[in-house]
């Protein structure tokens, strides 16, 4: 039973009173009248007040009763023993009164209590539903703190054997986690205001929840316990699906890498394997003839050099292998590297580069970047009709210097354009009349983006594309982990 406080048990009293004293002076009532009224006091006391203080109101409003109304008037005795019975009838009625109140006040009390309780467990429960699995963990400890107010929450999770804090000098130790776990048993610190719960759903022991903070009723306790189960269950459960997926991606990409690597080496060999055996078979062929052959053998030679060194590249960066060796380039050196890696293939186009020298320089790996414009510049080529104009300009705007590559082929579809970085995609022009894997677009975005850098494309159905190269300026000196140290100011040109 909680203590009398002293402003409801005033005011619980000092109201009975007024209505004694109403009753009396200004309303001239009888005895009967306001043991009525007195009675609807000390419910109303019993409905807003604890039972200490109800049960004190109605042993106040006996007395007054007694002393104002039941003879002799204004004295404590009572003279007739119709008295006595009266003023016990009143006492007893009243003290049962005030026990009825008090159980509806706190079971309307309780009723809220667990109403609250459950809403936050349902807003528990939503936002875990809509959750990744990446912020399903977090997520738990930063709601737990919200909704219910702890100062401190762990999770321990033991498929995975992490431990989870929303504090960097917690109270609740992994060991206590780890034991909560084991034991399967709810671990309470009076002292230290903590309280740790383990995570099972059915049999299976999913890890533990620790909290710092208000002691919640057992009912509360085990309801939050099957709701971070399930959430926790949940994660798992897409957790293992993105493995699995990744798996299955993984394998139908290298399916088809190995499809798409299989029909393109397919014809360069087989021409350099007819050149072969011509010159090894004919006697015939004159020098001239003999030197288109070779050169026939060289340009196959190179294309396979080319497609390999693209399925390396991709190798490596699907592999987390790619290695900067970071420096700072002038953008406009970067544009003719890629050129220059082209050589012969981009003469069949009209190229109109528009570079202004005094662009910053960017910080990257110029090997890479180089390859990544001269996969861009490939597509170009293949994709624009032989004579077209293949235009190249670079720009540079807070910070960020822009490198564009616009052809006039045949554009790009909105579906086309969402797709036209995944590995091995090929547009719905290019299966059959151009050759190649659709790795190339792929490598220059990984490239890219390796470089803290983006890639973006702009197409219209008929009128070609612009893809557009977006890298940070470089503005001081930098010294990568992997690679060696250059001057910003002094970039090579």
């Not at 929303?166 to 671990?187: D, F, K, M, V, W």
């Not at 939050?224 to 189960?229: N, P, R």
């Not at 197409?459 to 612009?466: A, E, N, R, T």
Request: charge should be negative; proline fraction near 4%.
């Amino acid at each position: 039973m909680r203590p009398l406080r002293w402003r409801p048990t005033v005011a619980a009293i000092g109201g009975v009173l007024a209505l004694a004293l109403a009753c009396f002076y200004l309303l001239n009532t009888n005895a009967i009248v306001a043991a009525l009224l007195l009675l609807l006091a000390v419910l109303i006391a019993g409905i807003y007040a604890s039972l200490p203080e109800a049960i004190l109101a109605s042993l106040v409003a006996t007395a007054l009763l007694d002393y104002f109304f039941i003879p002799p008037v204004k004295a404590i005795t009572i003279g007739d023993p119709e008295g006595w019975v009266a003023l016990l009838v009143f006492l007893a009625v009243s003290l049962i009164a005030t026990n009825l109140s008090s159980r509806m006040r706190r079971q309307r009390d309780e009723l809220r209590y667990r109403q609250q309780e459950t809403e936050k467990l349902h807003a528990l429960s939503r936002a875990m539903l809509f959750s990744s699995s990446e912020d399903a963990r977090r997520l738990i400890l930063n709601k737990c703190v919200e909704l219910f107010g702890f100062e401190e929450v762990a999770l321990f999770e033991s498929a995975s054997g992490q431990f989870h804090n929303t504090q960097t000098n917690p109270a609740i130790t992994n060991e206590q986690l780890s034991r909560a776990a084991i034991y399967g048993s709810i671990q309470e610190d009076r002292q230290n205001r903590t309280t740790i719960l383990p995570i099972t759903l059915g049999n299976k022991a999913l890890g533990s929840l620790g909290f710092r903070g208000d002691p919640l009723p057992e009912a509360t306790l085990q309801a939050l316990g099957d709701t971070v189960a399930v959430g926790l269950a949940q994660a798992q459960a897409q957790d293992a699906g993105t493995r699995a997926e990744a798996v299955r991606k993984s394998e139908e990409l290298k399916s088809v890498m190995l499809d798409a690597l299989a029909h393109d080496l397919k014809t360069p060999l087989t021409v350099i394997e007819a050149a072969i055996d011509m010159l090894l078979t004919s006697t015939a062929l004159s020098d001239e003839q003999r030197r288109d052959l070779l050169r026939v053998i060289h340009e196959e030679e190179q294309r396979l050099k080319r497609k390999l060194g693209e399925a390396i590249h991709l190798a490596r960066i699907d592999a987390k292998r790619m290695q900067l060796h970071m420096e700072a380039i002038r953008p406009c050196a970067l544009i003719d590297g890629a050129v220059s890696a082209l050589g012969d293939r981009i003469a069949t186009h009209t190229l109109v580069i528009d570079c202004p020298a005094e662009l910053p320089a960017v910080h990257g790996d110029r090997e890479l970047l180089e390859e990544a414009l001269k996969q861009l510049l490939d597509n170009a080529v293949k994709y624009s009709s032989p004579g077209s104009q293949i235009n190249v300009s670079a720009s540079a705007a807070n910070g960020v210097v822009q490198i564009g590559i616009r052809d006039r082929g045949p554009g790009l579809t909105e579906v086309e354009q969402s797709r036209v970085f995944d590995k091995f995609y090929r547009g719905r022009y290019d299966r059959s009349a151009v050759q190649g894997t659709g790795m190339g677009l792929a490598i220059a975005k990984e490239i890219l983006e390796a470089h803290g850098g983006s890639i973006a494309v702009e197409s219209q159905v008929g009128h070609g594309s612009l893809f557009t190269v977006m890298l940070h300026a470089a503005e001081e000196v930098t010294v990568p982990a992997n690679g060696r140290t250059s001057q910003a100011a002094s970039p090579d040109t």
